[in-house]
């Protein structure tokens, strides 16, 4: 079964700290993506890859960056953490050539006092 | 943006009954996926159905991309379906949008 980890599982962040949560998979997909869910909104799409060195902007970028080092990590960057970034957020990968199939990580809960 | 509705937003049903889920789309879609997601939080990837009719187990998924939209069929539920069911389109450059989710409570 395809592998999705997450790190951390929980974080307690301060108004205008920096953020760095991690995404690695073991699947060889090239295809990352980082979500964040709320209630009343679902799952937003922020920044995702096609690979390595690859960064796309999803649905809600503002106030996040991300980085896709090797095929096997992509991480979300909050350069200044604001509490309307509290939410969970999670990572997924996949891979085009089977359907698109995502494997989710089991999420990290962020809470921006 | 891409926007996918689904319906009902929650749904209470006895053990054995079967379960009708909804989702509309805004925009082309490639295929719809549905996932399950756990109290507690993790996502399943349960179907992946770029048209017609599909089914593992006692799930039944149903596309119809021209008409922008789909439908999951559960039958005969169990308490462990318990859960949040998400629809997910896929549209250009292998995006996935989600719906907001169907929560499903299924009871003895």
């Known amino acids: 079964e395809a592998a999705v980890t997450q790190s951390p599982r929980n974080k307690v962040a301060v108004t205008g700290g920096k953020v760095t949560l991690s995404c690695n998979q073991t699947n060889n997909h090239n295809n990352m993506y980082w979500y964040r869910q709320d209630t009343g909104h679902g799952l937003r799409l922020i920044h995702y890859?096609?690979?390595?060195?690859?960064?796309e902007k999803g649905d809600i970028p503002d106030g996040y960056k991300a980085s896709r080092p090797s095929q096997e990590n992509f991480s979300l960057i909050l350069e200044l953490a604001t509490p309307s970034q509290t939410s969970v957020y999670f990572c997924?990968?996949?891979?085009?050539?089977?359907?698109?199939?995502?494997?989710f990580g089991h999420g990290t809960k962020l809470s921006v006092l | 943006g891409q926007q996918v509705q689904q319906s009902p937003a929650s749904l209470v049903l006895q053990e054995g009954e079967n379960a009708e889920l909804q989702c509309n789309f805004s925009s082309t879609a490639t295929r719809l996926q549905w996932f399950y997601q756990r109290p507690g939080g993790s996502l399943v990837s349960l179907l992946s159905?770029?048209?017609g009719t599909k089914h593992t187990g006692r799930l039944t998924s149903t596309t119809v991309t021209k008409e922008r939209r789909g439908s999951l069929h559960i039958s005969s539920s169990q308490i462990t379906d318990s859960g949040t069911y998400l629809c997910a389109m896929v549209g250009t450059g292998s995006k996935l949008s989600f719906g907001k989710g169907a929560k499903l409570t299924v009871s003895p």
């Open positions: 890859s096609y690979g390595a060195g690859s960064t």
């Open positions: 997924a990968s996949g891979d085009q050539g089977r359907g698109e199939r995502l494997f």
């Open positions: 159905n770029p048209s």
